[in-house]
C-alpha cells in the first residue's frame, strides 16, 4: 500500500491570515490582533498558535506533531519581514510571547517580553539602539539592559517558577543603592549589575543558567503559556466568571517594539468611552519610557493619556483617528493597548471593552443614537444580571460624613465594610459573614480570592485600567483605585489617611461613582434606577443618561416580549411596589404566610381540634381574617390575575419546636402550673412528626384530610374578590392548588371549590379559575389528564427540581453541591437556573401534553427560577405565557424576556 499522505493539522497562523471572528481557535487577543492587521492598522507582525495546540499539549504533556516545524516556519517569515534574526548578536529580533483565550482573563495567564535577549544579543541590540539616532549611547545602553533585566524577571517568574518578589526586592535595592524611588533613575550599570543579580536568583531556584539560546527561551515561554490556563488563579477565575475550563488559550509571538527607548517612547491603554460610566471622551493612561506590563501593574504612576497631547501630538492624533476607527468597526466600545517606539505608534491589543453595568445600557442607548445599533441589538447587549446591579442601593450623603480621601471612581457601587490588608484575612472574615473592603496599595492575581470575597476594594495606586479596577468591573464589584492620600502599610495591617490610622477591623465606606472614601459605616439609598421604576424619576425629564438608556432599553423589551412577567406577593405592599415595578398579575401569593405572627394560635385551635365543632369554630375565626388579607391584595392589583396557592405547608410548621415544648412542659411541672394546653401540643407535634416533611402531609393532601381547610380558603377568596367587585375594582382571582400528582386529587378540590363559589359570587360578575401548580414529576408526566381539571396549569421548579433530582434543598447545597460544581456535574445549581436537560424536559412535556388536551390552559411558573435570566429564555423557548418572581427581580424578568424574544425569534423591522 502506498505511503498515506497526512494532510497536517494547522497549528499556527499569521495575523494576516485570521481575523475578528476566530476567537475560539486563535483566542481574542489573535483574532483581533489578526483584525488590526486587515484594517492597515500599525500591528507589530507576528503569528498566533491555535488553543488546538494548546489543548493537545494540556492532555499529552507534549507539543503535537508539526507545531515544532510550523512555529519555525512563521517564526522565518517573521524573521524576513523584520529583517533581523531572533536573538541575533548583531542586531537581533525580539519577541513576545503572550497568552490569550476566548474570553478576556485579564492578567491571569502569563506574557513574557523582550524574548531572544542573552548575553550577546543586548549588546548588539544597545548598539542597534544608539544607531544614527540622537540618543546617546549611555541612553541605549540602559534601554538594553533594562529589557534584558525584564526578561529574566518574567522569563523566571513565568517559565520557571521563581517567586517574583525575589526579583523585586532585588530591584530595590538596587534602588535605595541609588538613593532614589524611580527606575529611571537607574542607569545602564546599575541594570547590568541588576541583571547579574537576577541570574544569581534564577541559577538558585531552578539549579541552571538562564537560558542563552533563543529558540529554546522561545519554546520554554510558549509551553508555560500553555501551562498558565491551568494556574489556579486562572482556574478560581473561570468558575468565578462561569467561562468553560476546557478552551485553552492561544499564544502571541509577536515582534518587540520598544516603549522604554527614552522619553519620546511610552506605553499606555485606552478606551474609547468611559468603561465606568458610559461617557463619550478619551480615556486612558500612558507611561512615558516604560514596558507594558508596568501601566497596568500601577507600579508607576501614569498620566491620563490626554497628557500624550502635549507630549507627542502626531501619534497622540493618530491614536485618536484609529479608537474612533475601532469603535466605527466593532461597533462597541474598545479598549486598547499601544506602544510608542521613538515616535511611531504600535497597536499591541484591542477587543471590546469590559465596563460596568451603567455604563453597559448607556452605551448601548448612545450606539443607537448614532446608528451604530438598533434597538434590538441594544437589547442584546445587555442583562439581566447588569440590571439587578444598579438596583443595588447607593450611599446616602449628609452633611455628618466627609470623604477622607478620594481615588478613582474604578467600578460603581456602595460599600461599607471591616478593613482588611490580605486576600487571606478577607477571606477568613468573610466566611465568618463580615463584609469586608480589602486595602492594597495594588492588586495583583494573587489577590483574586480576597477580590470575590470582599464587599469592596481600595487601592492607594493605578488608574481606570489598573489590575484591580479591570477585575473589580468585570465581578460587578465596587472599586476606588488609586486613593492616593492613603498611605498603606500591608505589614503592619493599617493605613494613614489626613494624620488618622485606620487599622484592620475598622469600618470604611467607599463610593465606587464618585471615588470617595469615608470612614465608618455611611447610611445607603435607593438608586436612581430603583426610583425610576418606582415612579419618582420622570425619564424622559431627567438628566440622567442612566435612567434615560434603561427607560428606552426598558420599553424595547417590553414591546418585544411575548412572556408575560407577573410576581409573587403575599401583601398589599408587596403587590404595589411589584406593580410599579412592572408586574401584570401576581403569580404566586402563599396563603401560609398568613397564618403565622398572632395567628398561629388559631392554627394550634384547627390542630388540636378534637371534634368538627371545634375544628368549624377555629376556621370561622380564620375566614374574616383571610378575607381581608385577599381584599386587600385585590385592590392593589385593580384588573390584573392574583393567583392564591391554598395552604401549601406541613401543619406542624406551625406549631413551636419539639424540644421547646418539651421544655415548657417540664418547668411548668415543676412550677406546679396547668400544661393541659401544653401537653396536648407536645402530643400533637409528636405525632405529626415526619421524617421527610417535604414528601410528608402537605399540600393537596392537606385539604383532602383536614375538613373544611381548603373550603375556608376558597371562601375567603370568593368572598373578597366580591366584596372588592362590588366596591367597583376588578378582581381576578385563580385558585391554585399546590402538590397535585393525579387528576383525581385536583377533581375532588375541584368540586367542592366549585360549589362555594357558585354559592358566593352568585351574579356579582366575578370569575374565578382553578388551577394547579405542577411540581410533582408524575403530574408533569400526566399533565394530559391534569389539565382535563385545571384551566392553567403554573410550575413549581423549586419543588419540581427537587423532585426531580431526589435531593433536599436545605440539605444538599451544604453537603455536596460544591463538589458536583468542582466535577462540572452541574455548571450552576440547579435550583438556581433551570437544569433544561432533565426537570426543563418535564416542563416542557407537561406544557406541550396541558396545551394538547386543553388549547386555552393558561401556563407559568412561579418558582424562584422565574426570575433567573437563563430560566427566562427557556421558559420564552418552551412557550409558557408568563414567569412570576420576586418584587425586585420583575424588572429582570422584563428585561430578559424581552431579550429571549430577540434571540430566538430573531429581529423583527421595528
Ligand atoms: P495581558 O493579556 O495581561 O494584557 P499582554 O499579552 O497584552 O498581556 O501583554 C502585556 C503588555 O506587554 C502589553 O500591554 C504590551 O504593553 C506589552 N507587550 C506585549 N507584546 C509586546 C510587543 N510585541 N512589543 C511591545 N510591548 C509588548
Ligand atoms: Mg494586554
Ligand atoms: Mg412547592
Given at each position: 500500500m502506498a505511503k498515506q499522505e497526512t494532510v497536517e493539522h494547522k497549528y499556527v497562523y499569521a495575523f494576516a491570515e485570521g481575523n475578528k471572528d476566530l476567537k475560539e481557535l486563535l483566542g481574542g487577543k489573535g483574532a483581533n490582533l489578526a483584525e488590526m492587521t486587515n484594517l492597515g492598522l500599525p500591528v507589530p507582525p507576528g503569528f498566533t498558535i491555535t488553543t488546538e495546540a494548546c489543548k493537545a499539549y494540556l492532555v499529552t504533556g507534549e507539543e503535537p506533531d508539526g507545531l515544532a516545524d510550523q512555529i519555525a516556519a512563521h517564526l522565518a517569515s517573521l524573521e524576513q519581514a523584520m529583517g533581523k534574526r531572533l536573538?541575533?548578536?548583531?542586531d537581533p529580533l525580539l519577541v513576545s510571547v503572550r497568552s490569550g483565550a476566548k474570553f478576556s482573563m485579564p492578567g491571569m495567564m502569563e506574557t513574557v517580553l523582550n524574548v531572544g535577549l542573552n548575553d550577546r544579543s543586548v549588546q548588539g541590540l544597545a548598539r542597534q539602539a544608539s544607531g544614527a539616532d540622537a540618543q546617546t549611547s549611555g541612553g541605549a545602553d540602559r534601554f538594553a539592559w533594562d529589557s534584558y533585566r525584564r526578561l529574566i524577571q518574567m522569563f523566571g517568574k513565568t517559565?520557571?517558577?521563581?517567586?517574583g518578589e525575589e526579583f523585586e526586592h532585588a530591584l530595590d535595592d538596587a534602588k535605595r543603592a541609588k538613593g532614589t524611588h524611580d527606575d529611571l533613575d537607574l542607569d545602564a550599570d546599575d541594570l547590568r549589575g541588576l541583571v547579574d543579580a537576577y541570574k544569581k536568583i534564577f541559577f538558585k531556584h531552578t539549579g541552571r543558567e538562564f537560558p542563552q539560546e533563543p529558540r529554546e527561551q522561545l519554546d520554554l515561554a510558549i509551553r508555560a503559556v500553555f501551562e498558565s490556563w491551568n494556574a489556579e488563579r486562572a482556574v478560581l477565575y473561570r468558575r468565578q466568571e462561569r467561562i468553560p475550563a476546557d478552551l485553552g488559550t492561544a499564544v502571541n509571538v509577536v515582534a518587540m517594539v520598544f516603549g522604554n527607548l527614552g522619553p519620546d517612547s511610552g506605553t499606555g491603554v485606552a478606551f474609547t468611552r468611559d468603561p465606568a460610566s458610559g461617557a463619550q471622551g478619551i480615556y486612558g493612561d500612558y507611561l512615558a519610557n516604560a514596558q507594558g506590563e508596568d501601566v497596568v501593574a500601577g507600579i508607576r504612576n501614569t498620566v491620563p493619556l490626554q497628557e500624550l497631547e502635549r507630549l507627542d501630538k502626531k501619534s497622540y492624533d493618530e491614536l485618536l483617528g484609529i479608537m474612533a476607527r475601532l469603535e466605527g468597526h466593532y461597533r462597541d466600545l474598545c479598549d486598547i493597548e499601544f506602544t510608542i517606539e521613538r515616535g511611531k505608534l504600535w497597536m499591541l491589543q484591542t477587543r471590546v471593552g469590559k465596563r460596568t453595568a451603567a455604563a453597559a445600557f448607556v452605551i448601548a442607548g448612545q450606539l443607537v443614537d448614532e446608528g451604530l445599533i438598533d434597538l434590538d441589538e441594544a437589547l442584546h447587549r445587555v442583562n439581566g444580571a447588569q440590571l439587578a446591579q444598579l438596583m443595588f442601593p447607593r450611599f446616602r450623603l449628609d452633611h455628618e460624613f466627609q470623604p477622607v480621601a478620594k481615588g478613582i471612581g474604578a467600578s460603581p457601587g456602595a460599600a461599607s465594610g471591616k478593613v482588611v490588608f490580605t486576600s487571606a484575612r478577607a477571606v477568613e472574615l468573610a466566611a465568618e459573614g463580615e463584609s469586608v473592603i480589602l486595602v492594597r496599595r495594588e492588586t495583583n492575581p494573587d489577590d483574586l480570592n480576597g477580590m470575590i470575597a470582599a464587599q469592596g476594594i481600595l487601592t492607594s495606586r493605578g488608574g481606570k485600567t489598573s489590575h484591580a479596577a479591570v477585575v473589580a468591573r468585570g465581578m460587578g464589584k465596587t472599586c476606588v483605585s488609586g486613593a492616593d492620600e492613603i498611605e498603606v502599610n500591608v505589614p503592619q495591617r493599617r493605613f494613614v489617611v489626613g494624620g488618622q490610622t485606620v487599622v484592620e477591623g475598622d469600618v470604611v465606606s467607599i463610593d465606587g461613582t464618585t471615588g470617595k472614601v469615608y470612614l465608618g459605616e455611611v447610611p445607603v439609598m435607593p438608586s436612581e434606577v430603583v426610583q425610576y421604576f418606582e415612579g419618582s424619576l420622570d425619564p424622559e425629564h431627567v438628566d440622567n443618561p442612566l435612567v434615560r438608556a434603561v427607560h428606552r432599553i426598558m420599553s424595547h423589551a417590553d414591546a418585544r416580549r411575548r412572556l408575560a412577567v407577573r410576581t409573587n406577593a403575599d401583601t398589599g405592599a408587596d403587590a404595589a411596589r411589584a406593580r410599579r415595578f412592572g408586574a401584570e398579575g401576581i403569580g404566586l401569593c402563599r396563603t401560609e404566610h398568613m397564618f403565622l405572627g398572632d395567628r398561629r394560635e388559631l392554627v394550634e385551635r384547627l390542630i388540636l381540634a378534637r371534634d368538627n365543632t371545634e375544628r368549624e369554630a377555629a376556621l370561622a375565626a380564620l375566614l374574616p381574617l383571610q378575607r381581608a388579607d385577599f381584599e386587600e391584595i385585590f385592590r392593589e392589583m385593580d384588573g390584573m390575575p392574583v393567583t392564591v396557592r391554598l395552604i401549601d405547608p406541613p401543619l406542624h410548621e406551625f406549631l413551636p419546636p419539639l424540644e421547646q415544648l418539651a421544655v415548657n412542659v417540664a418547668v411548668a411541672q415543676e412550677r406546679g402550673e396547668d400544661v393541659a394546653q401544653e401537653e396536648a401540643l407536645l402530643a400533637a407535634v409528636r405525632r405529626m412528626h415526619e421524617e421527610n416533611p417535604m414528601l410528608g402531609l402537605r399540600g393537596v393532601r392537606l385539604g383532602l384530610v383536614i375538613p373544611g381547610l381548603f373550603a375556608m380558603q376558597v371562601r375567603a377568596i370568593a368572598e373578597a374578590a366580591v366584596t372588592v367587585t362590588r366596591s367597583g375594582a376588578v378582581a381576578r382571582p385563580e385558585i391554585m392548588v399546590p402538590l397535585v400528582g393525579a387528576v383525581q386529587e385536583l377533581e375532588t378540590v375541584r368540586a367542592e371549590a366549585e360549589k362555594i363559589i357558585a354559592e358566593v359570587v352568585g351574579d356579582s360578575g366575578v370569575e374565578v379559575l382553578i388551577g394547579t401548580m405542577i411540581e410533582v414529576p408524575r403530574a408533569a408526566l400526566t399533565a394530559g389528564q391534569i389539565a382535563e381539571a385545571a384551566q392553567f396549569f403554573s410550575f413549581g421548579t423549586n419543588d419540581l427540581t427537587q423532585m426531580g433530582w431526589g435531593f433536599s434543598r436545605d440539605d444538599v447545597e451544604g453537603a455536596f453541591f460544591w463538589r458536583y460544581l468542582e466535577l462540572g456535574i452541574f455548571g450552576i445549581s440547579p435550583f438556581e437556573s433551570i437544569d433544561r436537560d432533565g426537570v426543563g424536559r418535564l416542563v416542557r412535556i407537561a406544557a406541550e401534553e396541558g396545551r394538547a388536551a386543553r388549547p386555552e390552559l393558561k401556563l407559568g411558573v412561579c418558582g424562584e427560577h422565574g426570575g433567573d435570566p437563563e430560566s427566562v429564555h427557556f421558559f420564552h423557548e418552551v412557550g409558557l405565557d408568563y414567569v412570576s418572581c420576586s418584587p425586585f427581580r420583575v424588572p429582570v424578568a422584563r428585561l430578559e424576556a424581552g431579550r429571549a424574544a430577540v434571540e430566538t425569534d430573531g429581529s423583527d423591522s421595528r
Open positions: 536573538g541575533d548578536p548583531e517559565v520557571c517558577e521563581v517567586p
